[in-house]
């Protein structure tokens, strides 16, 4: 019997900080990938529907984290969200 790996879909337009949790989340077992904005991350929901949606909140793009998470909420209800901030 196989067992399918949870993906989490890291959000953040900080590079170093998308590229630390996936090596984080890897090494933990799930499938680790992220999106520099929320654009991206609607792309990539879209393509994947991911498992679980980690998203910083303020970002500098079009979609900060609260616009996508009420594209997510209305168009992918069953994905999880998490918001994350460093202020």
Same mark, same amino acid.
């Given at each position: %019997?196989?067992?399918?790996?949870?993906?989490?879909? =890291?959000?953040?337009?900080?590079?170093?900080?998308?590229?630390?949790?996936?090596?984080?989340? =890897?090494?933990? /077992?799930?499938?680790?990938?992220?999106?520099?904005? /929320?654009?991206?991350?609607?792309?990539?929901?879209? &393509?994947? &529907?991911?498992?679980?949606?980690?998203?910083?909140?303020? %970002?500098?793009?079009?979609?900060? /984290?609260?616009?996508?998470?009420?594209?997510?909420?209305?168009?992918?209800?069953?994905?999880?969200?998490?918001?994350?901030?460093?202020?």
């Amino acid at each position: %019997m196989s067992h399918k790996i949870p993906q989490i879909l =890291t959000v953040d337009d900080d590079a170093v900080t998308c590229e630390l949790l996936c090596e984080v989340f =890897t090494r933990e /077992g799930f499938d680790a990938t992220f999106a520099k904005s /929320g654009e991206d991350a609607l792309l990539e929901v879209a &393509r994947h &529907r991911p498992d679980l949606l980690l998203s910083d909140i303020r %970002m500098k793009t079009r979609l900060d /984290g609260l616009s996508l998470l009420e594209i997510i909420r209305r168009e992918y209800p069953s994905t999880p969200v998490v918001l994350m901030t460093a202020f």
